[in-house]
């Protein structure tokens, strides 16, 4: 297994470091000028410094608090918004008013400018860190599961007993039926679901600056509809030719071994549970991927239901329906960042 870029953790440290700073200038620089709107008397810029960093601290560190509280009762989550709302207005007021000696009302005309405050963040973000450096992504679909996780259900693997998932039925189906299974050790089953219950989708960050290499996970523009994102394994690299046989993946002929930590992974030529139910068109023995100059070839770690490159059926303009033109690459996930028990560095 190669082993992770530490550089490319230094820097997600480093853009988190910088927007944080950034944030709390700007919210004390605002803050200043409340004060002297407000007619504040007792104020030094020590005492404003050291109040900016204390409110910020306390304020978020209440949010953090009740968001980590709540974060598995989604059901809840107007609740839960309107609690660390208030909490934070709250909290704000209370120690401005109280360290500046000043009644609540002229606390809040200090700290009304201060709602300026994440207007330099997020002019960074979007001119300087999602173009060059980073970008965040909610994980939409279930192709890549267990790696990534949509919106999906958690049962028992029948064949190791560790956690397996499975993408959630419609909700008008009541029945339950046997739906197909991955679990971390990419055991695939068929198993009836105990609960229908969903879990969160997994979050991660992709660096805009990495060359793709085979196994990395990219985030792309769907070939046949840009607006459209998908996050899915590239298997195939420009110039190559891609065929699976035998739940293994063959280049210009010669079998490549999964990685160690994919060890178990199985691609299949045939998508029973993928949304067309048929064998695929692009990549078996038969019908080999071509991948010209600039184009990838993608799959999906959920082989038996991922919709991926075997399965398109619509290109990018000039381009086969089963490539990825380079153009249409976002980046290449560099951390799982969400739930915190699924943490990972991957580049
Ligand atoms: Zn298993």
Not at 27 to 50: E, H, I, S
Not at 88 to 115: C, D, E, K, V
């Amino acid at each position: 297994m190669r082993c992770p870029s530490m550089l490319t953790t230094f820097l997600l440290a480093l853009v988190l470091v910088g927007a944080v700073a950034i944030t709390l200038i700007a919210w004390a620089a605002l803050f200043g000028l409340g004060l002297r709107w407000a007619k504040a008397r007792q104020w030094t810029w020590r005492r404003l410094a050291v109040i900016s960093v204390v409110v910020n601290v306390v304020a978020i560190a209440y949010q953090i608090g009740v968001v980590w509280v709540f974060a598995h009762r989604p059901q809840q989550e107007l609740a839960v918004v309107l609690l660390a709302t208030v909490g934070y207005l709250l909290l704000n007021i209370g120690i401005i008013s109280w360290s500046f000696r000043i009644s609540a009302l002229r606390a809040i005309q200090a700290w009304l400018p201060t709602l300026l405050s994440g207007l330099p963040v997020v002019l960074f973000s979007f001119l300087v860190v999602r173009p060059l450096l980073f970008e965040p992504y909610v994980i939409p679909t279930n192709s890549m599961m267990p790696t990534l996780l949509g919106w999906h259900g958690r049962d028992v693997c029948a064949t190791c007993g560790g956690t397996c998932y499975f993408i959630p039925p419609p909700e008008d189906v009541r029945y339950s039926v046997p739906l197909p299974m991955i679990c971390d050790q990419f055991h695939v089953t068929e198993q009836q679901p105990q609960s229908l219950k969903t879990y969160l989708p997994t979050r991660i960050v992709a660096a805009r600056f990495l060359r793709p290499r085979r196994w990395d996970l990219l985030v792309f523009e769907s070939p046949a509809d840009p607006q459209q994102l998908y996050v899915k394994r590239v298997v195939g690299l420009p110039g190559e030719t891609v065929v699976i046989e035998n739940g293994k993946v063959t280049i210009d002929g010669e079998v490549v071994e999964v990685p160690e930590h994919l060890q178990g992974l199985q691609y299949v030529t045939e998508v029973p549970w993928g949304p067309d139910m048929m064998p695929i068109s692009a990549g078996s023995a038969e019908t080999p991927a071509k991948l010209a100059a600039d184009e990838y070839f993608m799959l999906g770690d959920f082989s038996v239901a991922a919709f991926d490159s075997r399965l398109w059926e619509q290109g990018a303009e000039g381009h086969p329906p089963y490539a990825v033109p380079r153009s249409h690459v976002r980046g290449v996930v560099s951390h799982i960042v969400w739930p915190p028990e699924r943490f990972r560095v991957l580049r």
